[in-house]
């Protein structure tokens, strides 16, 4: 029997999530604007579009174009850089079975994040997260030259937001600042193949309902819709494609960091169309070891609710609930 609710979502009204315009960003008149209407949403919503973000079109075309290449790629180049514990690499349909999910999620990923090596200091001190990159250049070279445009692209303007979110909360435009020297940024590239019945009867999704474990998500997707946002009432909406926005949303460390003030969203993707289905995530996350404290928004929060903890550690203890890799050899779980 399927469970209620199972494909449904209602049609996306923009009071749920608005469109907002950040041309005027790099004014301090329009970033004050812009900062209420960032903070308020976050506030009540937790998700939001931007639209004129100043990525240029032809740097998010070749990210995606260069995404459908990698996907296509025969299974057999991509085991060569098969994700590691580390969350760099590819990842295999089956792989993600996200927290009170029934089954796996149907979906292949590709993770990297910011271009280290190893003699990099972080990487010799072994901070979670923080790890060089499983690149296949070896039969995609033009993976890297593609996407990490558009990935720097994103962390400059993950920046600009988060001191409007500031502003917006109060604080100083350059409250984030020093926990963005060294980001985090880790990045997805997401392939949704079309759900056959096997995966219907199983009543599987793309990806299950959850929320994002990190800071601020920002979401590139294809035409083809299927990105669904849980409202307060507990109805289920789809964030419609918009031509030229980004889907933005509020992850559980920002949630946890401003003391609840902003929210973290549940979400879930479903495709139903009768194509495969790409996005590109990027979740625009501080250094690992930045210490999410919400007393830095709240000095009375009582840290019993929220116990201050590095970014880097509660990233991992996140995915270690939620991705296969993290399963012993033995059969073991090292949730």
Not at 291 to 315: K, L, Q, V, W
Request: charged residues 20%; proline residues 5%.
């Amino acid at each position: 029997m399927k469970t209620p609710g199972y494909a449904k979502a209602g049609l996306v009204n923009f009071e749920d999530i608005p469109v907002i315009d950040l041309s005027a960003i790099d004014t301090e008149q329009g970033r004050t604007q812009i900062a209420a209407e960032l903070v308020h949403t976050a506030k009540t919503i937790g998700f939001f579009y931007i639209s004129n973000h100043g990525i240029a079109a032809e740097i998010c075309a070749k990210a995606f174009t260069a995404s459908r290449r990698f996907f296509a790629l025969p299974v057999s180049d991509k085991t060569s850089i098969e994700v590691n514990q580390h969350q760099r690499g590819w990842m295999a349909q089956g792989m993600a079975n996200l927290e009170g999910s029934k089954t796996y999620d149907a979906k292949e990923v590709f993770f990297w994040g910011l271009d280290v090596t190893d003699d990099d200091p972080d990487v010799i001190a072994g901070l979670p997260m923080v790890h060089p990159n499983q690149w296949p250049d070896h039969v995609a070279p033009f993976l890297r030259r593609d996407i990490m445009p558009y990935y720097n692209a994103v962390l400059d303007l993950s920046r600009k937001i988060l001191a409007a979110l500031a502003i917006g909360l109060g604080q100083s435009a350059d409250m984030f600042h020093a926990a963005y020297q060294k980001p985090l940024g880790r990045g997805q590239l997401v392939y949704y193949p079309t759900l056959n019945k096997t995966d219907i009867d199983a009543e599987r999704f793309g990806a299950a309902a959850h929320s994002d474990f990190g800071v601020l998500t920002i979401l590139m997707q294809d035409n083809l819709g299927g990105l669904q946002v849980q409202r307060r009432d507990g109805e289920w909406i789809e964030a419609t494609p918009i031509d030229g926005t980004l889907v933005c949303n509020i992850g559980d460390l920002l949630e946890r960091w401003t003391n609840g003030m902003l929210i973290s969203t549940k979400h879930r993707v479903l495709n139903r169309s009768s194509q495969n289905r790409f996005s590109i995530p990027i979740f625009c996350d501080p250094a690992s070891d930045a210490i999410i404290d919400p007393r830095d928004f709240d000095p009375d929060a009582d840290i019993g609710t929220y116990p201050p903890i590095s970014a880097g550690d509660y990233i991992m203890g996140r995915n270690q609930r939620n991705f296969a890799q993290y399963e012993a050899t033995d059969g073991t779980d090292t949730k």
